[in-house]
């Protein structure tokens, strides 16, 4: 039997001549392999998925596989361990036998700003330090999906749930029937934005800075009145839109519908039309008759597959600067190539396993969020 490639052998092909080599997998493991790519991924890449969705239909989508042998995650790594906690769960195990499935990211270096910026350590320190001053029997902790293992695992030891952004609203619904008040991390933007959205005013809510010596730099009286902690965190890619670009736009086209992602500042999300997460941004396009003119604050890569599905509107991008996922932009064809010819030659390469015990945890909070509807 012939080896598999190497990267640098996939490097050296052209964009058809990889194509070629995917669908050659496809074919020859047939629904043994799934492969599900992210709205942010590169169209190229896209072309190969079996299902492209957001972060809730993609976990939903690996939760809900029984029997394939490989699921290659085209996105980021928090993705490919959420798939891997979900797919490989005690219960399927048992069901195959003990056969795990294999979960791939084509790319290692595929990982997220902002789920760095919240380790597991500092989250611990944090709900220490709140003990000291209110009772953390008092707080649901909420991750967003885009976080380590650790911190979904955090999430389900206390009593707490994962959210993505199209389930964000519904999931703080449960918290708060839970206990009093919720500590957000590690997006303060998708955390502000609908716990505003939800009637929660702004000095109800602290801002919890991890690098801060004491109380993430709040006084006693501001944590005691605040029902949503949030750390301080961010996307770097959907921070970059401003108001300024709202404005602007409105200016040159006053018909304009803005149309961003909750993951951008309040002030952007205040000034647009609609907000919500990437399949929402999608069905609003969708749904929209011809001739209607959007700037949309999201991801580039997925604003330009719009502006190229839908010929019959006007699409524009939301700010003068390209905004670009450059984690996600990691998994190109070469690695998904590479990456798929080591699985069918039975010899998975980046394979994302998460520890057994943090799986159990985690996945406690994953079912809390899978169980809320949305
Ligand atoms: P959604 O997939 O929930 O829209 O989130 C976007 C995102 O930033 C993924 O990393
Ligand atoms: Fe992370 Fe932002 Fe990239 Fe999503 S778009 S993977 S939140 S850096």
């Known amino acids: 039997m012939s080896l598999p490639p190497t990267l640098a052998d996939c490097r050296a092909l052209d964009d058809a001549a990889l194509s070629v080599r995917i669908e050659a997998v496809r074919q020859q493991m047939g629904p043994r392999l799934v492969i599900l790519g992210?709205?942010?991924?590169?169209?190229?890449?896209?072309?190969?998925?079996?299902?492209?969705?957001?972060?809730?239909?993609?976990?939903?989508?690996?939760?809900?596989?029984?029997d394939c042998d490989a699921i290659a995650f085209c996105g980021v790594h928090f993705m490919a361990e959420t798939a891997d906690i979900l797919v490989n769960r005690p219960e399927k195990l048992a069901a195959r036998g003990g056969r795990r499935v294999h979960v791939i990211l084509p790319d290692l270096a595929a990982g997220c700003s902002m789920a760095d910026m919240a380790g597991i350590e500092q989250v611990e320190d944090a709900w220490a330090d709140l003990g000291t001053l209110i009772d953390t029997a008092d707080i649901t902790p909420v991750t967003y999906i885009n976080s380590a293992a650790s911190l979904k695992a955090f999430c389900g030891k206390h009593g707490g749930i994962v959210c993505t952004s199209s389930n964000a609203e519904a999931v703080l619904k449960w918290s708060f029937a839970q206990r009093r008040c919720v500590l957000f991390f590690p997006d303060q933007h998708l955390g502000r934005n609908t716990a505003r959205r939800m009637g929660i005013p702004l000095d109800q809510m602290c801002l919890w800075n991890p690098h801060e010596q004491r109380l993430g730099g709040n006084d006693a009286q501001q944590i005691r009145k605040s029902r949503v902690i949030l750390w301080q965190g961010h996307c770097s890619v959907h921070a970059m839109f401003r108001p300024e670009h709202i404005d602007a736009m409105r200016k040159n086209v006053p018909a304009i519908k803005i149309l961003v992602h909750p993951e951008c500042p309040m002030e952007v999300v205040d000034k647009a039309d609609l907000a919500g997460s990437t399949s929402f941004i999608i069905r609003q396009v969708e749904q929209a008759a011809a001739g209607t003119q959007w700037a949309i604050g999201t991801e580039l890569h997925l604003v330009k597959r719009l502006e190229q599905r839908h010929p019959e509107q006007q699409i524009r991008f939301l700010s003068p600067v390209f905004c670009m996922c450059a984690t996600m932009y990691r998994i190109d064809l070469a690695h998904l190539c590479w990456s798929l010819e080591h699985v069918a030659a039975g010899l998975p390469v980046n394979v994302i396993r998460v520890d057994d015990e943090t799986a159990a945890w985690a996945v406690t909070a994953l079912d809390r969020m899978l169980a809320v509807s949305h």
């Open 38 to 66: 992210h709205h942010y991924q590169q169209d190229g890449v896209i072309a190969h998925a079996d299902l492209d969705g957001d972060s809730y239909q993609l976990s939903k989508s690996a939760a809900e596989r029984t």
